[in-house]
């Protein structure tokens, strides 16, 4: 499913962030280059993107915190 982030209304990015929490991997734009996302929670999804990058499981990835409660 492609999504085009600034066209989203919110039932589609809840929609988005459902997805995301269920293991789904997604790529979007920052200010200088693009991201590969999913939830940090999911480690099936987690190994996915480390599988994709070919990176080593040494090197760690950035998590991304909205809010902290």
Excluded: C, W
């Excluded at 809840?14 to 200088?32: E, H, R, Y």
Aim: proline share 3%.
């Amino acid at each position: 499913m492609k999504y085009i982030l600034s066209n989203l209304s919110k039932a589609a990015l809840d929609k988005l962030g459902q997805q995301l929490k269920n293991g789904s991997i997604a790529v979007i734009p920052t200010d200088t280059q693009y991201g590969i996302v999913t939830s940090a929670f999911n480690q099936q999804s987690v190994e996915k993107i480390y599988q994709l990058r070919k990176r080593s499981t040494d090197k760690p990835l950035i998590v991304l915190i909205h809010t902290i409660q």
